[in-house]
């Protein structure tokens, strides 16, 4: 039997407090590149706020989403013919059905995970908010989660999957990867003001998604906030999705204090009222389970409609310190300390005619007098100043919660970059401040590829290419010979400098991050030079297909646009069989089929099969249609596969 819910957004009240980790649940070793790119839009605070039972549901319904995500599932019509679901099989966990108008009944455990779920993952732009439940005997047995009709379709599924991906890396690429946290939020609070068009639309359409948001720029409140949530969180910053009776909205952390951000209330009234505020009026009181676990953001940035919220900092006597609240209001003139030296943090520091109180937190970083702190020491707020073995700081040591610990992710930079074991003090300062979530992965290698220590080491190209192999992508480079001439030529050609940029914004140093429970803190930026297996694969298309060697001008353009994932395998192939170079040729069929079988089968054609196709193409089926049926091909597959191609 089935039990349909329809979740409209704004009717929804489900708040739960968040801090962020990029992996959830599952081992990160365990990932592929491409889950790891799409798990890091994602908050996994929520999660940890639930009981086991409710975990056990969430994982259910977090597999069933990725694989959609990844193509490893497609959904299915409902048996009324009017929408698709994904399927989520949760016999088993024996989730009754019955005593439903009891908000602590099981229909409401059920649900409201859903809604969790659904402001965890921003990533999953393919669902609606509308579930369905199907029941045997008092339990249900399948939770049916909607998706957008228009997703059924497999190539305009990759189509449009590849449009949200481009536009969340267009997002990113404005940001700078030494940005510190407020002016990260800032420049993607900005942009999204900038680039969204508010709508009054309400109901189940792509608009309660990021999907709608990125490729027609037009959302209401959902959109806005899940949006908002996506980018903050890939960029490494501790950021949540909140929920009232009508409205979608945000909090993110900075320096350990939780700020209000209302990005759709920002941009529909040209201001800046609702931006890192704290109104207490903001909040509603949240339904059902999780009622405690809104956090309050202790200070108000608000001065009735104008808003007078300065980010910046103070830097005296060693000490530095954040500007939580630059207002004089209830709460008073408030800073955070950064970083200090124990016995000169003061209860009150003077700037600019202005007094501020002190405060401190869990991210404030305080060390003892004798260990000085310089000016320019490490900060939550900076990355370290290219010395990986600064001054310590005595805040225990964390731990990843799932695959390596940050520890072994910073011994794994002083073994590979430094070429030595840690020292003890070092080791703590760089530990303290991963756990902390004040570096990312892409901070803390820069540092350490930046440090005298290791220019000490006076590495030509060749070494140095080596050290960026196992900092990155975690493999020898001698056993990737190609890829290492290809990248040596980028080395003379483009400079260090950028060739850095291209291995931090790889999919392989996104997922190394992820096995130890580390924000990569790349970009995803539009890559400036093409990848060896876009631009051997692209250089394929050109000897298979046009008989003839690549110019360099073609070549950079194919490359990159593969690389980019702007061209699928199928796209690009297209392109070049229906070009007008190639129907200049005007080849017959034997030649058109000869290297159709080159490019997508990888060999020369069989006499059985020319003769196949040659009597299909004689009785009407057209190049088009053969086109189609090589690409659909198994041959063709394992070609993209080798070449780490979409085949689309």
């Known amino acids: 039997m089935r039990m349909r819910r329809f979740l409209a957004v704004f009717l929804t009240v489900i708040i739960f407090v968040t801090g962020i980790l990029i992996i959830p649940k599952q081992k990160a070793l365990a990932y592929s590149d491409e889950e790891a790119y799409w798990r890091s839009f994602s908050t996994d605070y929520y999660y940890n706020q639930l009981t086991g039972r409710e975990k056990e549901l969430y994982d259910r319904l977090d597999k069933a989403c990725m694989d959609f995500l990844l193509d490893k599932t497609e959904a299915h019509k409902d048996e009324f ?51 369905d439940f199907m029941y045997a005997d008092d339990y249900y047995r399948e939770m049916r989660l909607m998706i957008f009709q228009k997703f059924s379709d497999r190539d305009t599924w990759k189509q449009e999957k590849a449009k949200v991906r481009n536009a969340l890396d267009e997002y990113l690429s404005y940001v700078p990867s030494d940005a510190k946290p407020e002016e990260a939020e800032k420049i993607i609070h900005d942009k999204i003001c900038e680039n969204l068009q508010y709508t009054y639309s309400i109901g189940i359409g792509g608009d309660q998604s990021i999907y709608e948001a990125l490729t027609k720029k037009s959302t209401i409140c959902s959109g806005y906030a899940l949006l908002f949530e996506a980018l903050m969180n ?5 950021c949540i999705c909140c929920s009232g009776p009508d409205h979608r909205w945000n909090l993110i952390e900075l320096h350990g204090i939780w700020y209000l951000v209302d990005v759709t209330n920002d941009d529909h009234n040209n201001s800046l009222k609702w931006y890192n505020c704290s109104s207490e009026n903001y909040f509603t009181k949240p339904n059902l389970y999780h009622e405690n676990l809104v956090p309050k953001a202790p200070y108000d940035a608000l001065d009735q409609d104008r808003y007078v919220y300065i980010s910046g900092y103070i830097e005296k006597d060693g000490n530095l310190y954040f500007i939580a609240n630059d207002i004089n209001d209830a709460n008073g003139l408030q800073v955070i300390l950064v970083s200090g030296i124990a016995d000169t943090i003061p209860s009150v520091v003077t700037h600019n005619g202005k007094t501020y109180k002190v405060e401190t937190n869990d991210a404030s970083v305080i ?59 070092g080791k703590e300062f760089w530990c303290t401040h991963v756990g902390n979530g004040d570096l990312n992965g892409a901070q803390c290698a820069n540092e350490f590829l930046l440090s005298k220590e290791f220019k000490d080491r006076n590495l030509n190209n060749e070494e140095f290419l080596k050290v960026l192999y196992k900092t990155f ?49 790349a970009t995803r930026a539009k890559a400036t030079i093409a990848s060896k297996n876009a631009t051997d694969f692209a250089t394929r298309l050109y000897t298979c297909c046009l008989g003839r060697d690549a110019e360099t001008e073609g070549l950079n353009f194919w490359s990159l646009g593969l690389t980019n994932l702007e061209l699928t395998g199928k796209q690009a192939a297209h392109e070049f069989f229906f070009s007008q170079e190639f129907n200049d040729h005007d080849f017959d069929n034997k030649e058109l089929l000869t290297r159709m079988y080159r490019t997508f089968m990888g060999r020369e054609p069989d006499t059985d099969g020319m003769n196949f196709w040659l009597d299909n193409m004689k009785n009407g089926m057209t190049k088009e249609d053969v086109f189609n049926e090589f690409v659909k091909s198994k041959e063709f597959t394992e070609i993209c596969q080798s070449y780490a191609i979409d085949r689309g």
């Open 81 to 131: 013919g009017s929408m698709y679901e994904i399927v989520v099989d949760i016999t088993g966990l024996k989730i009754s059905y019955r005593n439903t108008s009891n908000p602590d009944s099981d229909v409401y455990l059920a649900s409201s995970v859903f809604d969790v779920f659904f402001e965890s993952n921003p990533q999953y732009f393919f669902l609606t908010t509308y579930i």
């Open 234 to 238: 890939r960029l490494g910053h501790n």
């Open 367 to 425: 060390t003892d007098k004798k260990e000085d702190i310089s000016t320019d020491t490490p900060t939550t707020t900076e990355a370290p100043v290219n010395d990986p073995s600064a001054t310590p700081t005595q805040v225990p040591v964390t731990s990843s919660s799932e695959g390596g610990s940050f520890e072994d992710f910073v011994e794994r930079l002083y073994t590979v970059a430094l070429n030595r074991a840690s020292e003890a003090s």
């Open 473 to 521: 992508f975690d493999r020898d480079a001698d056993n990737d010979p190609d890829g290492f001439n290809f990248w040596m030529n980028c080395l003379k050609t483009q400079g260090r400098d950028s060739v850095v940029d291209c291995f931090i914004n790889s999919e392989e140093w996104c997922n190394v991050c992820a096995s130890y429970g580390v924000k990569s803190g």
